[in-house]
Nanobody, 115 residues
Framework: QVQLVESGGGLVQPGGSLRLSCATSGLTFSIYVMGWYRQAPGKQRELVAGITSEYSTNYADSVKGRFSISRDNAKNTVYLQANSLKPEDTAVYYC?????????WGQGTQVTVSS
């Protein structure tokens, strides 16, 4: 049974930082494309960042230079370091694991940026 469990969300002031983690089990982690989407209230889910099995990364324009994605194959975990957070980063952040046409999702973790 595949599981993706996010953690690290919370309430942070504008300009602050958070580190999201997504721990996985039940899959061969190292061969999957991993990443993060987010969904704000009333908006569609959008891709935030992704990282391939070869450690190639991509980012949404809105987070480039502020967010950084990484993976630890020994721990079967993917991370999202989010710096210089803005109120518009407020959303539920979802971790995903993708291999070919198969995608697994986590339950999501809430990130709220507010003073």
């Amino acid at each position: 049974q595949v599981q993706l469990v996010e953690s690290g969300g919370g309430l942070v002031q504008p300009g602050g930082s958070l580190r999201l983690s997504c721990a996985t089990s039940g899959l061969t982690f190292s061969i999957y494309v991993m990443g993060w989407y987010r969904q704000a209230p009333g908006k569609q889910r959008e891709l935030v960042a992704g990282i391939t099995s070869e450690y190639s990364t991509n980012y949404a324009d809105s987070v480039k230079g502020r967010f950084s994605i990484s993976r630890d194959n020994a721990k079967n975990t993917v991370y999202l370091q989010a710096n210089s957070l803005k109120p518009e980063d407020t959303a539920v952040y979802y971790c995903y694991a993708r291999l070919s046409s198969t995608t697994f999702w986590g339950q999501g973790t809430q990130v709220t940026v507010s003073s």
